[in-house]
């Protein structure tokens, strides 16, 4: 069942059964083989940040001291990313229409997020605002704090579970959004412990 959470704002719950995040989980580690997890720093202070990221697709976005950017190459490997799985690209073709797109996306960004890991209040503002942007989440619960297109405005939080799907886009494609915490080992997912995130989007 699909709701809407703001105009813009789609949220499908365990929209990935279980049997198919472990199959997703399982095609996600295959290509991180390839392309490693790795933490990006902040620009300008180049503090590590909490969550580990790497990317697929033929674009990467990535963080260091001199800016954020998409780019076709690992920083540390300089490989290029790995493809975007099979069941993703399926994903954004059934959702991407309900917002009158079509082409399929350029990047997915991988977020890993382990005990203690968040992330800050943020727009994703470094590609295309016309495409909406597809997240899929696995593993342990998150709270999602979700915020208008201006910074200081009011939020409200979401919890998000191992499956869900979030989509951004028309209006809501500049809101502000953040990961306050996880629950760590709320999950079984993921050996180790700990939170996926999947962001399908265009970038140009
Ligand atoms: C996360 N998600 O769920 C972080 N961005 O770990 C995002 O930053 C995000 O879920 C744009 C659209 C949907 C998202
Ligand atoms: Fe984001």
Same mark, same amino acid.
């Given at each position: ?8 704002? /789609?949220?499908? #719950?365990?929209? &990935? ?6 199959? /997703?989980?399982?095609? %996600? ?6 392309? !490693? &997890? *790795?933490?990006? =720093? ?13 990317? &697929? +697709?033929?674009? +990467? ?5 001199? +800016? *954020?950017? *998409? =780019?076709?190459?690992? !920083? ?22 309900? *917002? =009158?797109?079509?082409? !399929? ?37 998150? %709270? &999602? ?7 200081? +405005? ?19 494609? /500049? ?5 306050? #915490? ?20 265009? %970038?140009?």
């Amino acid at each position: 069942m699909r709701l809407e959470i703001a105009p813009g704002i /789609l949220l499908w #719950r365990e929209k &990935f059964t279980r049997i198919e995040q472990e199959k /997703l989980l399982h095609a %996600v580690m295959v290509q991180v083989q390839d392309a !490693p &997890f *790795y933490r990006p =720093q902040m620009p300008g202070t180049g503090k590590a940040f909490s969550v580990e990221e790497t990317n &697929f +697709g033929e674009l +990467g976005w990535v963080a260091d001291k001199s +800016g *954020y950017r *998409y =780019q076709p190459i690992h !920083p540390i490997t300089g490989k290029a990313w790995p493809a975007i799985p099979g069941s993703l690209l399926k994903l954004w073709e059934e959702i991407a229409p309900s *917002y =009158q797109f079509e082409d !399929p996306p350029q990047c997915c960004l991988v977020n890993l997020y382990r005990a203690g890991a968040r992330m800050g209040l943020h727009q994703d503002k470094d590609e295309t605002a016309a495409a909406p942007v597809i997240s899929v989440s696995l593993g342990d619960e998150a %709270v &999602f704090r979700i915020g208008g297109s201006e910074r200081r +405005g009011a939020t409200k939080s979401l919890k998000l579970q191992s499956g869900d799907v979030v989509a951004f886009g028309g209006p809501a494609r /500049l809101a502000y959004h953040g990961i306050d #915490r996880i629950a760590a080992g709320s999950s079984t997912l993921i050996p180790g412990g700990g939170r996926i995130n999947l962001t399908l989007r265009r %970038v140009t």
